[in-house]
């Protein structure tokens, strides 16, 4: 067996059936060995969406996503990809190809320190010398990018590597000094944060991501039932928590929920789940809960009180602590108290809804996400790229189950939602995807629609036209008193005509209705779609401004009806 051979193996030995890539110098001796594998391979158009469809493979699946790339520049185009998986705690292990090893640090054609490169963005690298090494790597890798906070890992192979003959097939785990995640949780401190519980008139839930990666929503209902706590999610947290539920309070941060925003401070315990209290969450930090005791579960120790001082911290994995909390609070008795805040809040969600009128042409985005949301099944996936469409699709999707709405949060990387929803669809091949996008994202990267025709993945694209760079464009004219500087598309391309170009077919939406049927359309025939939805390029979202409090929101939905 040769070292790319072993890389197939191993793969294979963990369960990986699909890789997204792009071949070149480096990596041909791999190539040529998967020539004569069963595994499945995904050639997209640009190595970044490699590493985002590897990472929309993980999101909606749970499992790891694979991607693969060339050396030097083939690698350093999976960095972006590679970060934006770091920052969303998304288990993907990329592999690269490099130059043979005498010829590394001589800079050689197309070589690239691209371990040194990506060291902050990883959790952790390898580079085998030898091709017995291999199987072990691999194994590691997984092993590594799945337990405790998942994220990324980089395999960077050289050439002769890649071909050299093994002595034997030894995947034992390597050992990793210092890497010992804590999943338990302390069971003095979950005692404690029974206590505080229990002290409680206005609790509510705060829940991330973290609890969607240890598949902990069926716990967090459990808590939030049982203590009668409203919950608010992250924008990675949305499907924590069915957002049709009474206790739902829907997105919390700049562009939250109003009612979120505005109750947070009311509480008098929060309970954060799994969830890191990014700037874009909390707002002024020195006016978010202050007068409020702080519950912080969360797997990654350093996350705890680097942002928000925290009352209560304990260490582990969401899944592990709620069960543990849940069977402490058992016999525990709602108080008046509690039921009147709970009432109150869920009186204030309805009164604070969004009221927007629904007919306007231009169309307006809320429209558009409404007719989508009426036509998507819980099981559907909504993957979104970045800027206002994002979070239109945040602020007026609700989301059922977890693993259903996939975006990029951390890193806010343009050109994410399409390559992710192709990862999406091969990890779910069953459930309808609908990729949300700005026309400046998807411009970045519309060649995959290509990907999507060669392998006859029904992917729907829905492209959000204002012909503006929407949420920068947006800033400009709340914060820059409306100069709008290299935010408008002075001539965007026919979409249509694109998408027709790369043999799929497309669709021109202007006025309402007509997305509902078009995408009830392509569901039913299951088939690859573009839908080119031309909206109102003045339509703006309430946000908090750069500086403001939690609950400073500006700009308001414009009521012409009361239509909610």
Sequence with gaps: MRGGEAIIESLKNMGVKTIFGYPGG?????????????????????????????????RASGKVGVCLATSGPGATNLVTGIATAYMDSSPIIAITGQVPTHLIGNDAFQEADIIGITMPITKHSFQPKDPDLIP???????????????????????????????????????????????????????????????????????????????????????????????????????????????????????????????????????????????????GRLDSFV?????????????????????????????????????????????????????????????DLLPRVTYNDVPLKPQTVIKEIAEVLTPESILTTDVGQNQMWAAHFYDTQKPRKFISSGGLGTMGFGFPSAIGAKVACPDDPVVSINGDGGFLMVCQELATVHDYDLPVIAVVLENRTLGMVYQWQTLLYNNRHSQTEFKDSPDFVKLAESFKINAERITKPGETKEALTSAIKDNESILLDIVIDSEEALPMLPPGAGINEMIGEYKLEKDVI
């Excluded at 595994?39 to 993980?58: F, T």
């Excluded at 519950?295 to 069960?323: C, F, M, R, T, W």
Aim: charged content about 25%; hydrophobic content about 35%; proline content about 4%.
């Design 136 to 282: 072990s790597m691999v194994k590691s890798s997984f092993e590594i990018a799945a337990s405790g906070r998942p994220g990324p890992i980089v395999i960077d192979v050289p050439k002769e590597v890649q071909e050299g003959e093994l002595t034997k097939f030894d995947d034992s785990l390597i050992s990793t000094p210092g890497y010992s995640p804590n999943t338990k949780g302390n069971i003095r401190q979950i005692k404690k944060a029974h206590n505080l519980i229990k002290q409680a008139k206005k609790p509510m839930i705060l829940a991330g991501a973290g609890v969607i990666i240890s598949n902990a929503c069926c716990e967090l209902k459990e808590l939030s039932d049982t203590i009668n706590a409203p919950v608010m999610t992250s924008l990675l947290g949305k499907g924590a928590i069915d957002e049709t539920s009474d206790l739902a309070l829907g997105m919390l941060g700049m562009h939250g929920r109003k009612v979120s925003n505005d109750y947070i401070n009311e509480s008098d315990l929060l309970i954060a789940i799994g969830i890191r209290f990014s700037d874009r969450t909390t």
């Design 290 to 350: 202050q007068d409020t005791k702080v519950i912080h579960i969360d797997i990654d120790p350093a996350e705890i009180g680097k942002n928000v001082d925290v009352d209560l911290p304990i260490v582990g994995d969401a899944k592990n602590v709620l069960s543990s909390l849940n069977k402490s609070l058992k016999g525990y008795e709602v108080s008046g108290d509690v039921k009147s805040w709970a009432n109150m809040i869920k009186e204030k969600k309805k």
């Design 26 to 58: 480096q990596t041909i001796p791999f190539y040529d060995m998967l020539y004569d594998s069963d595994m499945e391979h995904i050639l997209v158009r640009h190595e970044q969406c490699a590493a985002h469809a590897a990472d929309g493979y993980a």
